[in-house]
């Protein structure tokens, strides 16, 4: 059972930039593909970003893609999403989620049923 732990959100002006963490707990994450996602209140949960295990391959939401950038250290069993010219719109929940990819080096899923661990979140506020 793989746990995730967020962390690095909190308030921020926008314009401003966040770097947000997210931490395996085991050492077989390293062949997970990993990802964000954001739930904002009253919303639906969104797909942000998106990291094939090995790295190699990354996908991202419309509404960051250019500002936001999504990486991962398989050394430290991290995965971090590098947020910069934050909007009021991308304040929300933000969440990392796991799949174990072994079958592919270069999946890069984008929906949250592809997805089985879950972290418990960060939140993130930008104001205006």
């Known amino acids: 059972q793989v746990q995730l732990v967020e962390s690095g959100g909190g308030l921020v002006q926008a314009g401003g930039s966040l770097r947000l963490s997210c931490a395996a707990s085991?050492?077989?994450?390293?062949?997970?593909?990993m990802g964000w996602f954001r739930q904002a209140p009253g919303k639906n949960r969104e797909f942000v970003a998106t990291i094939s295990w090995r790295g190699r391959s990354t996908y991202y939401g419309d509404s960051v893609q250019g500002r936001f950038t999504i990486s991962r250290d398989n050394a430290k069993n991290t995965v971090y999403l590098q947020m910069n010219s934050l909007k009021p719109e991308d304040t929300a929940v933000y969440y990392c989620?796991?799949?174990?990819?072994?079958?592919?080096?270069?999946?890069?899923?984008?929906?949250?049923?592809?997805?089985?661990?879950w972290g418990q979140g960060t939140q993130v506020t930008v104001s205006s």
């Open positions: 989620a796991a799949v174990s990819s072994m079958s592919s080096m270069r999946w890069v899923p984008t929906t949250e049923r592809e997805y089985d661990y």
């Open positions: 085991e050492r077989t994450a390293r062949t997970y593909a």
